[in-house]
């Protein structure tokens, strides 16, 4: 069904042109089997034994989001973190992994908690500065590179070239989290990836609906083997509504993603404009973000629709900022409709990398204007 030649916003809005043949329809049905009949011979030549790996449910999805990912094929898990710790799951124990110290919090304390007890040696590293992985990387050793990029909460870019061609040096795998880029701004398999992770919860969906994973790599290998292994015996699929679900999220990535980033941009001028209340804005489409000049390579039709503000009262007027905004909602996650806010580092505890006035946003689709309104007011309000 991939269609090589089309643009992505034509492949995501008709989802691959899929047409279910037997009623003609548009939208494909929503399969629920959870077994397949065998034929009398004994054999199998559906190719499909038991919905656990084998569900037609999957299909469109998982090829969509190969076929927009340039990728070799695609598994859905039950969620991010399900597809994100089968990357681990599919090593050794004993094996070296190299990890950011600034990532999604979840992951970080899975690996430094469940993934090192269980075996495997985890280092955290700057993974901004390609000379600190350098030095980091041991060859014959280190099995499996993981970077986010940009990478929560902070929005620090990691150059996904470089850090490709010396893990690749190393004897390595690189998997990068795109959970933020989406395959509308970056595909990091044609930089180099080997396996690039989505949150699919997130911006793939859109719609704060439905909770899922995805992971697609470049080419088949022994070690993806591996992978499809781990979530046929793990068991961490994804539910049949769900991926239908996610279909039709993906049906207007595009279009969600570049207006998100479009807002995003404003909100993050705005307020990185000498403003009274605002310390300092992270947002890699800033030209004195740090990581500006290496987003500007390798994101492509905007930076995100995610990013952060410093409060410059501090931890207590960001918390009160928090609590009086009126259009933001003060919840978890991001890449919905709705725009969202959050004091990260009370969510994240003891040891986050937040700084504890920070505020990360996640911009919807509402209006610019209407967005700044509310922060200018909160802001306003909490007296800072």
């Given at each position: 069904m991939d269609k090589p030649d089309l643009h992505p916003d034509t492949l995501a809005a008709q989802a691959l042109g899929w047409i279910d043949e037997r009623t003609r329809a548009v939208v494909p049905p929503i399969h629920v089997s959870t077994t397949y009949l065998r034929d009398p011979d004994n054999q199998y030549r559906s190719g499909r034994v038991y919905a656990r790996a084998d569900n037609p449910?999957?299909?469109?999805?998982?090829?969509?989001?190969?076929?927009?990912?340039?990728?070799?094929?695609?598994?859905?898990?039950a969620s991010g973190m399900a597809a994100a710790t089968a990357v681990f799951q599919a090593l050794a124990p004993g094996d070296h992994v190299i990890a950011p110290k600034v990532m999604y919090w979840s992951l970080r304390n899975w690996l430094m908690g469940f993934a090192s007890q269980w075996g495997l040696e985890v280092e955290l590293i700057d993974m901004t500065e390609p000379a600190v992985l350098k030095a980091s990387l041991r060859p014959g050793r280190t099995r499996l590179v993981w970077i986010e990029t940009p990478a929560n909460p902070l929005w620090s870019v990691t150059d996904i070239a470089e850090a490709a061609r010396m893990a690749h040096e190393a004897g390595a795998l690189l998997a990068v989290d795109s959970t933020v880029a989406t395959p509308v701004l970056t595909q990091p398999l044609r930089l180099g990836a080997d396996v690039v992770m989505h949150a699919a919860t997130k911006y793939l969906n859109g719609h704060s609906d439905l909770i899922a994973g995805a992971l697609v790599p470049r080419e088949d290998s022994a070690y993806w083997q591996q992978v499809r292994k781990v979530r046929a015996q793990l068991g961490g699929t994804l539910g049949s509504f769900e991926a239908w679900l996610l279909v039709r999220g993906m049906r207007t990535l595009p279009l969600r993603v570049r207006a998100a980033c479009a807002t995003a941009q404003r909100v993050a001028e705005h307020f990185a404009a000498g403003h009274p209340h605002v310390s300092e804005v992270l947002y890699p489409g800033l030209p004195g973000f740090a990581g500006h000049a290496v987003a500007k390579r390798q994101m492509h039709g905007g930076f995100g629709g995610m990013l952060?503000?410093?409060?410059?009262?501090?931890?207590?007027?960001?918390?009160?900022?928090?609590?009086?905004?009126?259009?933001?909602?003060?919840?978890?996650?991001?890449?919905?409709?709705?725009?969202?806010?959050?004091?990260?580092?009370?969510?994240?505890?003891?040891?986050?990398?937040?700084?504890?006035?920070?505020?990360?946003?996640?911009?919807?689709?509402?209006?610019?204007?209407?967005?700044?309104?509310?922060?200018?007011?909160?802001?306003?309000?909490?007296?800072?």
């Amino acid at each position: 069904m991939d269609k090589p030649d089309l643009h992505p916003d034509t492949l995501a809005a008709q989802a691959l042109g899929w047409i279910d043949e037997r009623t003609r329809a548009v939208v494909p049905p929503i399969h629920v089997s959870t077994t397949y009949l065998r034929d009398p011979d004994n054999q199998y030549r559906s190719g499909r034994v038991y919905a656990r790996a084998d569900n037609p449910a999957f299909d469109q999805a998982e090829q969509l989001l190969a076929a927009l990912e340039h990728g070799h094929q695609a598994l859905l898990f039950a969620s991010g973190m399900a597809a994100a710790t089968a990357v681990f799951q599919a090593l050794a124990p004993g094996d070296h992994v190299i990890a950011p110290k600034v990532m999604y919090w979840s992951l970080r304390n899975w690996l430094m908690g469940f993934a090192s007890q269980w075996g495997l040696e985890v280092e955290l590293i700057d993974m901004t500065e390609p000379a600190v992985l350098k030095a980091s990387l041991r060859p014959g050793r280190t099995r499996l590179v993981w970077i986010e990029t940009p990478a929560n909460p902070l929005w620090s870019v990691t150059d996904i070239a470089e850090a490709a061609r010396m893990a690749h040096e190393a004897g390595a795998l690189l998997a990068v989290d795109s959970t933020v880029a989406t395959p509308v701004l970056t595909q990091p398999l044609r930089l180099g990836a080997d396996v690039v992770m989505h949150a699919a919860t997130k911006y793939l969906n859109g719609h704060s609906d439905l909770i899922a994973g995805a992971l697609v790599p470049r080419e088949d290998s022994a070690y993806w083997q591996q992978v499809r292994k781990v979530r046929a015996q793990l068991g961490g699929t994804l539910g049949s509504f769900e991926a239908w679900l996610l279909v039709r999220g993906m049906r207007t990535l595009p279009l969600r993603v570049r207006a998100a980033c479009a807002t995003a941009q404003r909100v993050a001028e705005h307020f990185a404009a000498g403003h009274p209340h605002v310390s300092e804005v992270l947002y890699p489409g800033l030209p004195g973000f740090a990581g500006h000049a290496v987003a500007k390579r390798q994101m492509h039709g905007g930076f995100g629709g995610m990013l952060s503000i410093r409060v410059r009262a501090g931890e207590a007027a960001a918390i009160a900022t928090a609590a009086r905004v009126k259009l933001w909602k003060r919840a978890t996650s991001l890449g919905g409709t709705e725009s969202l806010i959050e004091h990260r580092a009370s969510v994240e505890g003891a040891g986050t990398p937040a700084p504890t006035d920070l505020l990360r946003l996640s911009v919807g689709l509402e209006h610019v204007d209407d967005l700044i309104a509310d922060l200018e007011q909160a802001l306003a309000a909490a007296g800072v």
